[in-house]
């Protein structure tokens, strides 16, 4: 039984004529980017650089965070305990192994840019990304002891309760990982250039190259917590039976 996880799955991204959209999921839901974005264009004035006012393209960077939970039962620890483990979140560990979890964190990040037309006279099909819309979703799932304030052992109740509140503050940890790869998204597609016809593709690529990133720096965060133990994540239920 482990404490907690980060969950890891993927969508295609979406492309449409005359702008650039795309998502990337990890966990549960399928993300997706389906929001018409702005194509600005300038008219060039021979052998000048023109560009499109600021205000034709903005930005927006976002966190949204939700919370659901599971619950479990009994007024004993050996009832409690049966309850727990058979209402585990069931997922593969990140080796492929199917595991229990007491607690999950799904994620997935939307993206959109607004691409501007550079009017280059040179290089008349140069683009670039003037601004960006990027939502950072993040679902928690936590337990609730149904029958916290029944339980015969009430400092085994209390226990529980702060288990809780670390499992939880473990999993906010997950979710600022994946704010910050949504920062580091709308940070790097700002301002990025090349052909309008392959844009699209070379968006693609940079958030792709940040979402593995990401990835890696869920896994190192569970890796260097041991999942929570270190944080001082100990299940009660078990803590006077080892």
Not at 152 to 169: S, T, V
Request: charged content about 20%; aromatic content about 8%; overall charge neutral.
């Amino acid at each position: 039984m482990l404490h907690t996880r980060s969950l890891s799955r993927r969508s295609t991204a979406l492309s449409f004529p005359r702008m650039m959209a795309g998502t990337l999921c990890l966990g549960g839901s399928i993300g997706y980017a389906t929001t018409h974005v702005l194509m600005a264009e300038t008219t060039p004035q021979p052998g000048s650089l023109t560009r499109v006012p600021p205000m034709s393209c903005s930005s927006r960077l976002e966190l949204k965070e939700t919370q659901r939970f599971y619950t479990f039962q009994g007024t004993t620890r050996p009832q409690a305990l049966t309850s727990l483990r058979a209402n585990l979140l069931r997922s593969k560990d990140y080796e492929g192994n199917l595991k229990g979890f007491t607690g999950q964190t799904d994620w997935h990040i939307e993206w959109q840019v607004c691409q501007e037309s550079q009017g280059l006279t040179t290089y008349p099909n140069t683009c670039r990304v003037g601004g960006t819309n990027v939502v950072a979703y993040v679902a928690y799932t936590l337990p609730i002891w149904k029958d916290v304030a029944q339980a015969e052992d009430q400092q085994l109740a209390g226990a529980w309760m702060r288990y809780a509140d670390l499992l939880a503050e473990h999993e906010r940890g997950h979710g600022r990982i994946a704010f910050q790869t949504a920062t580091a998204i709308q940070q790097q597609l700002l301002g990025l250039e090349g052909p309008c016809g392959t844009l699209t593709e070379a968006a693609q690529t940079l958030v792709d190259r940040l979402m593995e990133e990401g990835e890696r720096l869920q896994r190192a965060y569970d890796q260097h917590t041991q999942h929570g133990t270190n944080q001082g994540l100990v299940l009660p239920f078990l803590a006077n039976n080892r």
